[in-house]
Antibody, heavy 119, light 107 residues
Framework: QVQLQESGPGLVKPSETVSLTCTVS????????CTWIRQPPGKGLEWIGY???????TYNPSLESRVTISIDTSKNQFSLKLSSVTAADTAVYYC?????????????WGQGTLVTVSS | DIQMTQSPSSLSASVGDRVTITCRAS??????LNWYQQKPGKAPNLLIY???TLQSGVPSRFSGSGSGTDFTLTISSLQPEDFASYYC?????????FGQGTKLEIK
């Protein structure tokens, strides 16, 4: 059973950069698209972007100027960096696996990690 | 971006009821439409992909239909564990946008 686990700081100061890592176990991250999604408290889901195992990444234009997603296939990990954070970036951040072969859906998700932006 | 609009935003129903949630895309997305269930404090869980295919392990009381711009999720006979929030998502074009969600509550 594939498992994903997010890790990173729970509290970040405004204007700083938050870095999160997703570790995938019991399954390779190749050849899937490794995805980040976030959900502000009490609100809906927002797709942040994804990266392929080849290193090709696609971002949500609304966040593109502040987001970088990277991947380390040797460690079965992928990461999210979000810069210049504000209170509006407070959310639960999920990593998920996007499967393209006939599914085109997010079939496995991490449990999520809450990132709070506050001084 | 493709806008996804779900209706209703909230719904009260009873155990045993048949429930339908709709999702409309702002442009055609073929059948690249997925449905997720989310319970409080938990990650979303994939129910249906490519509009009508049931994810492995999902009860058969869940079904999906539609293509183009209009889609529906139907629960044929509500069970207590089905009271949750439901989200549609299009994966036709990036960014892969979600609907705003439908909260299904016990009447």
């Amino acid at each position: 059973q594939v498992q994903l686990q997010e890790s990173g700081p729970g509290l970040v100061k405004p204007s700083e950069t938050v870095s999160l890592t997703c570790t995938v176990s019991d399954g390779s991250i190749s050849p899937y698209y490794c995805t980040w999604i976030r959900q502000p408290p009490g609100k809906g889901l927002e797709w942040i972007g994804y990266i392929h195992h080849t290193g090709s990444a696609t971002y949500n234009p609304s966040l593109e100027s502040r987001v970088t997603i990277s991947i380390d296939t040797s460690k079965n990990q992928f990461s999210l960096k979000l810069s210049s954070v504000t209170a509006a970036d407070t959310a639960v951040y999920y990593c998920a696996r996007y499967r393209t072969s006939g599914s085109y859906s997010l079939d496995y998700w991490g449990q999520g990690t809450l990132v709070t932006v506050s001084s | 971006d493709i806008q996804m609009t779900q209706s209703p935003s909230s719904l009260s129903a009873s155990v045993g009821d048949r429930v339908t949630i709709t999702c409309r895309a702002s442009q055609t997305i073929s059948n690249y439409l997925n449905w997720y269930q989310q319970k409080p404090g938990k990650a979303p869980n994939l129910l249906i992909y490519v509009a009508s295919t049931l994810q492995s392990g999902v009860p058969s009381r869940f079904s999906g239909s539609g293509s183009g711009t209009d889609f529906t999720l139907t629960i044929s006979s509500l069970q207590p564990e089905d009271f949750a929030s439901y989200y549609c998502q299009q994966t036709h074009n990036t960014p892969y946008t979600f609907g705003q969600g439908t909260k299904l509550e016990i009447k």
